[in-house]
């Protein structure tokens, strides 16, 4: 086949792709999945590592719950990140936020009855100095320090409005009484459900990515080296892929794991390892046919080098299928990931997982909260689904039987 027919037929199997409105409609799935994950902390409400900010008080509330909270500032000083850094791995908080029922103020002291909506005549009371919720008072700030009991000011004009409640009131008033609002409510340890929900695309994108790149590192060299050169190779390299078909896939993920440990990574790892048979499989059986061609055999004449001819002439020439493959592993390791991360070992809390959030959740399916654990379910649902439209819709335009009439 001429670099121009071949150049023909793939904006061909393009068009034809694009004319697959499933197809398509998975694949916008996928690129805004992709982009709400990049964007990451940039679309949640908790901006704080894993959207890990937990408030026992308002603990599994529905969604669309609104509650009063006061920001607190925290007596530390915090390292500011960049942009990227904060889109990346998202930023600690400044501020520790208290739902509570009602403020008294008295003097230069709030007094703050903590959310109880049961009953709020017995709510816990809590008490904290006007100045400490606006300024972090910790050795390392500059400005206000304690000398024994007493505040002491670097600042004459900060210690005259420090020592006006009214000022201080109205400032806190302004400021630091705020009402949250938790789009899809809250789960069981209080935490922003949606902002979780929408971190767990990380993790089932990641573990798509880069479990596929290791199966097709290890399917491609595998299947392409016992296609090419055969004979004792080929005997080795299939009784290995035979060997390694044969054990159930989830068990072989289990063992790996917990070989490697449990942790962010190793699934990933675990789970490419256990990926590339089919890779390999095709890719030999491609390559087979392949090796016979004429230019195969001209690029022999011309003394190129077996590596050569195989990785510059050969595997470019049989990575349709490998692609379509590809995009049906996507969908497996997804619920592979999933599976074990609901089964305690694959992705470890507080890392925000799909799984995971199933298996702290399933139980409220029997009450009037199932939604805990369906959205997630849903959200895998319809990614896996997204990943198999885009497959068969790879499959359906790399067909040599479908052409264009």
């Keep these: 086949m001429s670099a121009k027919s071949e150049h023909t037929d793939r904006m061909s199997a393009g068009r034809r792709f694009f004319r697959n409105p499933l197809a398509v409609a998975g694949m916008v799935i996928i690129i805004l999945a992709l982009l709400g994950g990049l964007a990451g902390y940039l679309l949640v409400p908790d901006k704080s590592p894993f959207a890990n900010q937990q408030h ?7 969604p669309g719950f609104r509650v009063s909270m006061l920001k607190l500032r925290k007596n530390e000083s915090l390292a500011i990140r960049s942009l990227p850094g904060r889109m990346l791995f998202g930023e600690r908080s ?6 509570y029922n009602k403020v008294v103020f008295r003097g230069d002291t709030l007094e703050l009855y903590e959310f109880n909506e049961d009953d709020p005549s017995f709510s816990s009371i809590r008490q904290f100095h006007l100045v400490d919720i606006v300024y972090p008072l910790d050795p390392g700030n500059k400005q206000i320090a304690y000398q024994g009991d007493m505040l002491a000011f ?10 006006d409640p009214v000022l201080l009131k109205q400032e806190i008033m302004d400021k630091h009484m705020i009402e949250k609002r938790f789009l899809l409510g ?4 209080g935490r922003d459900f949606y902002s979780r929900l929408l971190l767990g695309t990380r993790v089932s994108l990641s573990v798509g990515f880069i479990s596929v790149g290791i199966s097709l590192i290890i399917g491609l060299v595998l299947g392409a080296l016992a296609g090419y050169f055969r ?23 289990i063992a790996i794991t917990l070989v490697l440990g449990k ?4 699934v990933f790892v675990a789970v490419g390892l256990t990926m590339w048979v089919e890779v390999a499989r095709v890719v030999r059986g491609q390559v087979l046919g392949v090796r016979e061609i004429e230019y195969v055999q001209a690029a022999k004449a011309l003394g190129f ?79 896996v689904l997204a990943f198999t439209l885009v497959g068969n819709g790879l499959r359906d335009a790399f067909d040599v039987r479908r052409r264009e009439n």
């Design 56 to 62: 026992i008080e308002i603990a599994a509330r529905k």
């Design 94 to 99: 400044e501020y520790q936020f208290i739902p």
């Design 154 to 163: 670097n600042d004459i004009s900060l210690q005259q409005h420090l020592l």
């Design 186 to 189: 809250t789960d069981r340890f």
């Design 231 to 253: 004979g004792v190779l080929d005997d080795i390299i299939m009784w290995f892929i035979n060997v390694v078909w044969s054990i159930p896939t989830l068990l072989l993920v």
């Design 263 to 266: 942790g962010f990574w190793q």
């Design 305 to 383: 080098s077996d590596m050569r001819i195989l990785f510059r002439h050969i595997i470019p020439n049989v990575i349709t299928p490998v692609i379509i493959i590809s995009a049906a592993n996507f969908a497996s390791a997804i619920l592979i990931e999933a599976g074990l991360s609901f089964l305690g070992i694959g992705v470890q809390p507080p890392i925000p997982s799909w799984g995971t959030m199933i298996k702290d959740h399933y139980g409220f399916i029997i009450v009037d909260k199932a939604y805990l654990a369906f959205l997630p379910g849903l959200a895998i649902m319809i990614m």
